[in-house]
Nanobody, 125 residues
């Protein structure tokens, strides 16, 4: 079992920045990837970014590349998402997730095994 707890969401003006954090605990040693997804009202959950727990490679959705940065700390018990130049259309609940196997799709929510409860990000225009 892996437990994930997100924090850092809030209200920000368009063009502003937020940094999300995800604290991981439990059997994290079996993790292959950690990722961030977001879900806006009446929309499907979409991939934002992911990081390999093996070699710390990073992967981004095209819409956030160059503005968002995913990272971890030396202990690999925390995952971060630095979000810059935020846009109103990026208002959503942001979720941290862990993928416990090296297969399937890195970009599909269906292939992630554990999820946090989510943190609300609201970007005002």
């Amino acid at each position: 079992q892996v437990q994930l707890v997100e924090s850092g969401g809030g209200l920000v003006q368009a063009g502003g920045s937020l940094r999300l954090s995800c604290a991981a605990s439990g059997h994290t040693f079996s993790t292959y990837y950690m990722g961030w997804f977001r879900q806006a009202p009446r929309k499907e959950r979409e991939f934002v970014a992911a990081l390999s727990w093996v070699d710390v490679s990073t992967y981004y959705a095209g819409s956030v590349k160059g503005r968002f940065t995913i990272s971890t700390d030396n202990t690999k018990n925390a995952l971060y998402l630095q979000m810059d130049s935020l846009k109103p259309e990026e208002t959503a609940v942001y979720y941290c997730a862990s993928k416990m196997f090296d297969g399937g799709s890195l970009y599909s929510a269906l292939d992630y095994n554990y999820w946090g409860q989510g943190t609300q990000v609201t970007v005002s225009s």
